[in-house]
Each structure stands twice: as C-alpha cells, then as structure tokens.
C-alpha cells in the first residue's frame, strides 16, 4: 500500500501564491509517476499536472501552464505543486495521486491507483 498525504492548502486572495505538497510512503516512490487534480464544488474532478518518476517530464492542464510548476524530490518521498498568480477559479480542493511509473505521465485519473485525502484551496477576489 501506499499513503498519500498532502498539505499546504489554504485561504489566499488572487494574485498570491502556494506551495503544495504530497509526502509518501509505503512504497518505493520512484516507482510511481505522481499528479496532482483538483475538483470544485459541484464538479468533476479535473488534472492539473503530472510528473513522471525521474522528475524529467511534466506535463500541465491548459488552465494551469505557466502559472503551476510541478516537481519532486524522490529523496524527501515529495511531490509538490508550486502555483502562483492564483485565481478565484483555481478554488478547488487538491488531490495528488500516484500511478505506476510504467505507464509514464498520464493525464487520465483512471490510471492513478493511489490518492491522498486532498487539501482544500480557496482563491478570494
């Protein structure tokens, strides 16, 4: 098994930024590509960004590029998601997620087999 368990979440106002991060264990955490989604009130779960077990590859949603940078330290056993410029419309609450690192990054929440319990992200205007 492994465990998830993110923080860093909080209340902020347009324009600030957060630093989220994802600790794990159980499990080899290079052996997985990690992400990271996110899902507001009243709709569906959505990516944000990806990063392969190397920490080489990353990949963003559209809404997200260029304001996220994702990234890992696969000695600390940490993913973290880096967002700046925030919005009112990234309010969300944040998942990260862990896939095999076989399958490289994947944007599908269907090939994450690991989930941690989310950190609540609320942009004020």
């Known amino acids: 098994q492994v465990q998830l368990v993110e923080s860093g979440g909080g209340l902020v106002q347009a324009g600030d930024s957060l630093r989220l991060s994802c600790a794990t264990s159980g499990r080899t955490f290079s052996g997985f590509a990690m992400g990271w989604f996110r899902q507001a009130p009243g709709k569906e779960r959505e990516f944000v960004a990806t990063?392969?077990?190397?920490?080489?590859?990353?990949y963003y949603a559209d809404s997200v590029k260029g304001r996220f940078t994702i990234s890992r330290d696969n000695a600390k056993n940490t993913v973290y998601l880096q967002m700046n410029s925030l919005k009112p419309e990234d309010t969300a609450v944040y998942y990260c997620a862990g896939a095999p690192a076989a399958l490289g990054i994947q944007t599908r929440s269907e090939a994450y087999a690991y989930w941690g319990q989310g950190t609540q992200v609320t942009v004020s205007s």
């Open positions: 990063v392969d077990w190397t920490g080489g590859t990353t």
